[in-house]
């Protein structure tokens, strides 16, 4: 295993470059550049015809791109309406069957709204039973309090269900009003996936990271690793993964440098051995 680093979508120096005419090249870009992960986003709907799914899948195979799959933002399993809860059952699935063509082993899941995480865990239990074999739910932190998705939320869902969590460091930092400033709060949320999900989990772990900026609210909007005086920094986490003998996934959302993000974390890592 070794550690990978991506983008979330394709940033504006992905149009900028040879690759710019066609998503379907993001592989070969990402590649280019020396990365080597890459989360393709179905925010908006899981709308991707079947060959297209498995071309990128192969695509990326062969360049050594680890993909990820985003899954739509309207898939909520806390709704109080039960159409909302079957249509996000088909849409979750839908997404999760072309995860497996593009043979991508995980799904990102915002859990929704509101506080009924006994309602996301029952309707997820119910999907995996039909989920695309290989394919695993990853629910992410949330960056809003009135979000289902604090980190011990997550890795409570994470170990009554079959799912695996995805990280998102912005998101937590945002949420907890300022939290990840030093390696203290790092090493308790690392420290308590390895107790409750235990080691294999926590090696392979699923990331999101760039700085954000928040309210009392909660997250407000990403910001860019190029700007100054912004938070989460990588330098606070990057010792700890080493001391924990991790492999992650770190998933660069850095506004419109998603790139740069990855990269800078990269090197960050490399100058650590």
């Given amino acids: 295993m070794t550690i990978r680093y991506?983008?979330?979508?394709?940033?504006?120096?992905?149009?900028?470059?040879?690759f710019r005419k066609d998503i379907m090249n993001a592989p070969e870009w990402i590649n280019s550049i020396g990365l080597n992960a890459y989360e393709r986003l179905m925010t908006y709907g899981a709308r991707m015809k079947e060959e297209k799914a498995i071309e990128l899948g192969k695509k990326a195979k062969k360049l050594d791109v680890q993909l990820t799959v985003h899954a739509p933002y309207y898939i909520v399993f806390t709704s109080e309406k039960d159409r909302v809860i079957e249509n996000s059952k088909k849409e979750c699935?839908?997404?999760?069957?072309?995860?497996?063509?593009?043979?991508?082993?995980?799904?990102?899941?915002?859990?929704?709204?509101?506080i009924n995480i006994k309602k996301f865990i029952k309707n997820i239990k119910i999907i995996e039973k039909d989920l695309t074999k290989g394919v695993t739910v990853c629910p992410e932190t949330m960056g809003k309090l009135s979000q289902l998705g604090s980190v011990e939320e997550v890795v409570t869902i994470c170990e009554q269900t079959e799912c695996t969590p995805c990280i998102d460091f912005g998101h937590v930092h945002a949420r907890e009003q300022g939290s990840l400033k030093t390696e203290s709060r790092y090493r308790e949320i690392l420290e308590l996936i390895e107790k409750k999900l235990g080691k294999q989990v926590l090696k392979d772990l699923h990331c999101h990271f760039y700085p954000v900026?928040?309210?009392?609210?909660?997250?407000?909007?990403?910001?860019a690793v190029t700007e100054k005086n912004v938070f989460p920094q990588f330098k606070h986490l990057a010792p700890l993964i080493k001391e924990f003998g991790m492999k992650p996934t770190f998933i660069s959302e850095s506004?419109?440098?998603q790139d740069i993000g990855a990269l800078q974390m990269q090197k960050m890592m490399k100058n650590l051995d």
Avoid: C, Q
């Fill in 213 to 223: 900026e928040y309210t009392d609210k909660g997250e407000k909007m990403h910001r």
């Fill in 6 to 18: 991506g983008t979330s979508g394709n940033p504006p120096n992905f149009y900028k470059s040879e």
């Fill in 255 to 257: 506004r419109d440098s």
């Fill in 93 to 114: 699935l839908k997404t999760a069957y072309l995860s497996g063509l593009m043979k991508s082993k995980k799904i990102i899941l915002h859990p929704g709204f509101g």
